[in-house]
């Protein structure tokens, strides 16, 4: 299984989630090691740059990460 290549570095779950560590992994697994490519904060990352990721977007935000994308 591949893993997102933001896997150690993201900054929601190192500053949103430290102290949920539980539901962390829980969300780690479906999208981190899992399916990464649907996640809201890859989506924005690859398309835009690790810049324009908000630290509170969370993954299944994709609506939101639509947003982004078109500048709003």
Known sequence: ?????????????????????????????NYCKGKFEECARFIVFEKRGEALVPPDLSPSERERAELILKGA
């Not at 570095?9 to 962390?24: D, G, I, L, Q, W």
């Open 1 to 29: 299984m591949t893993e997102c290549i933001n896997y150690s570095k993201c900054r929601f779950f190192v500053e949103n989630m430290k102290n949920s560590p539980s539901t962390a992994m829980m969300v780690q697994n």
